[in-house]
């Protein structure tokens, strides 16, 4: 039960991201990189759906696993249009020793005189800068309506899986209740045999016992008998 509702709503989040990303004119990496993703999709929604989740909280991780995705797969492979990065080798120029002629200052001050950087190492360092820079640009460009849609679907999608949570459980919980009942049931059958069973063992050790007659019980027959009024008898 975990597994497969970690499994959908994995595929569900990283498929939604994916479907955004495509429809925002982004590329998609090897199929490798994309399996890679999945499993981590469904390991990451596997520590999320131990408990119940509400229609809120399934919309949220929706949300969240699609601008996850979205964003990881803009970093992997950009979108269309984008700007190469410019693999070719530069070409290393040996630079020629200039004649020598007389220092003035330190060596450090010629040394920072003299050093260029190779290119691309400041592209380097504002990395993490630049793509969230392009992740800002790119949502600029979709505009406010590509958004709205993706959201929309998003929590469309949310809700839909909150249907099949609440009849999930609420099958689960059906057959739990019919469980009890049926445990519950046989309690009672075991009860009733073994209190059956404990009256015909001891009334087969008690002797039966003579009834006892008191003698105020015994009605007189030999006693005077007075019928009529009351004043009759008195006369």
Not at 3 to 22: D, I, P, Y
Not at 104 to 123: I, R
Request: no cysteine; net charge positive.
């Amino acid at each position: 039960m975990l597994w497969g509702r970690a499994s959908v709503l994995g595929v569900a989040a990283l498929g939604s991201g994916v479907l955004s990303h495509v429809a925002g004119g982004g590329r998609l990496p090897s199929a490798v990189v994309l399996a890679l993703l999945l499993v981590g999709s469904v390991l990451a929604a596997s520590r999320l759906v131990r408990v119940r989740r509400t229609p809120a909280g399934l919309v949220l991780l929706v949300l969240a696993g699609q601008t996850a995705g979205h964003a990881l797969l803009s970093g992997l492979a950009g979108h269309r249009g984008d700007a190469a990065s410019a693999s070719a080798a530069v070409p290393v120029t040996v630079p020629v020793a200039p004649a020598p002629a007389e220092r003035t200052g330190n060596l450090l001050d010629l040394y920072a005189a003299t050093y260029a950087p190779p290119p691309g190492a400041g592209e380097a360092s504002a990395l993490p800068l630049g793509w969230l820079r392009h992740q800002v640009d790119h949502l600029v460009a979709q505009g406010p309506g590509m958004v709205l849609a993706h959201l929309a679907g998003a929590v469309a999608l949310g809700l839909f899986l909150a249907v099949g949570e609440g009849a999930l459980w609420r099958l689960l919980l059906l057959g739990a209740a019919r469980a009890r009942v049926a445990l519950a049931a046989w309690r009672l059958v075991l009860v009733a045999d073994g209190v059956r069973r404990g009256v015909g063992r001891t009334g087969a050790r008690l002797r039966p016992r003579a009834p006892q007659v008191r003698d105020s019980q015994v009605l007189a027959r030999g006693g005077p008998r007075r019928r009529g009024p009351p004043l009759l008898l008195a006369a």
